[in-house]
């Protein structure tokens, strides 16, 4: 096994562990607590406790990716696949955005304000077939992640490139990530770089361990 095989497994030993003591403890299932605020939904879901820094959470590769390199794929079940390159990216529809992060490891980042392109956006650059449903988001260090066409066309999804009026730090997955505010932050890719629409579901890193499909924050939905 490599180096980095060594380090992975430890890292979702670590987090089977997590799952294994929320398992473990039952759970009546409320929404959260605190008013209501975006979505109607509790300003904090279940089980989450707010976290004064954003903490860092990812494989432990942390790619370095220079804007002139950078590129995102945009292909699978689509009518026109397209790689764009940050000048291209920029050129879009610029989005800004106040929304949450939740991270399945039990904290919440709260009132970040986004700046990016809606995932939307980019879909209606590619147009998706019909037939697509889901779509599975590729990164950097070969982290995958999967969403239903419906969850990732919510408003709130978005490539992000800056935060709180900062550039998105390379650690928390710039030049560009996705967030994912209304589904446990997993679900957002750091460093991505590939988007493929899919005819079916394709589980990614985590759903393939273990973790919730749905990842429902208000629902309590962690883990499979
Ligand atoms: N490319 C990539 N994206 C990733 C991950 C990762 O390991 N690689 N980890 C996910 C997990 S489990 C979480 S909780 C969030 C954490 O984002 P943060 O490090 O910015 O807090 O990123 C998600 N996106
Ligand atoms: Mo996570």
Same mark, same amino acid.
């Given at each position: 096994?490599?180096?980095?095989?060594?380090?992975?497994?430890?890292?979702?030993?670590?987090?089977?562990?997590?799952?294994?003591?929320?398992?473990?403890?039952?759970?009546?299932?409320?929404?959260?607590?605190?008013?209501?605020?975006?979505?109607?939904?509790?300003?904090?879901?279940?089980?989450?406790?707010?976290?004064?820094?954003?903490?860092?959470?990812?494989?432990?590769?942390?790619?370095?990716?220079?804007?002139?390199?950078?590129?995102?794929?945009?292909?699978?079940?689509?009518?026109?696949? +397209?790689? #764009?390159?940050? !000048?291209?990216?920029? /050129?879009?529809?610029?989005?800004?955005?106040?929304?949450?992060?939740?991270?399945? @490891?039990?904290?919440?980042?709260?009132?970040?304000?986004?700046?990016?392109?809606?995932?939307?956006?980019?879909?209606?650059?590619?147009?998706?077939?019909?037939?697509?449903?889901?779509?599975?988001?590729?990164?950097?260090d070969g982290y995958t992640t999967n969403l239903s066409l419906a969850a990732a066309l919510q408003d709130d +999804?978005? #490539?992000?490139? !800056?935060?709180?009026? /900062?550039?998105?730090?390379?650690?928390?997955?710039?030049?560009?990530?996705?967030? @994912?505010?209304?589904?446990?932050?997993?679900?957002?890719?750091?460093?991505?770089?590939?988007?493929?629409?899919?005819?079916?579901?394709?589980?990614?890193?985590?759903?393939?361990?273990?973790?919730?499909?749905?990842?429902?924050?208000?629902?309590?939905?962690?883990?499979?």
């Open positions: 096994m490599s180096h980095d095989d060594e380090r992975i497994k430890r890292i979702v030993e670590a987090r089977l562990k997590l799952k294994a003591r929320h398992l473990s403890k039952p759970t009546d299932r409320p929404m959260g607590e605190g008013p209501p605020n975006r979505h109607g939904m509790p300003k904090l879901p279940v089980g989450q406790t707010v976290a004064k820094n954003w903490p860092v959470l990812d494989l432990g590769e942390k790619p370095d990716i220079a804007l002139d390199d950078w590129r995102l794929k945009i292909d699978g079940a689509v009518e026109a696949p +397209v790689t #764009l390159d940050w !000048a291209d990216f920029l /050129a879009l529809p610029q989005a800004e955005d106040v929304s949450d992060f939740h991270c399945v @490891t039990t904290w919440s980042l709260m009132d970040s304000t986004w700046k990016g392109v809606q995932f939307s956006t980019l879909a209606a650059l590619a147009r998706p077939l019909d037939a697509a449903t889901h779509v599975l988001c590729h990164a950097y +999804v978005m #490539l992000v490139y !800056a935060w709180n009026g /900062a550039p998105l730090p390379r650690d928390h997955g710039g030049p560009v990530r996705m967030i @994912t505010p209304q589904l446990y932050a997993w679900k957002g890719a750091k460093w991505i770089n590939r988007i493929e629409f899919l005819r079916g579901d394709r589980p990614g890193f985590w759903e393939e361990r273990g973790y919730s499909n749905s990842a429902d924050p208000w629902r309590d939905d962690r883990y499979s």
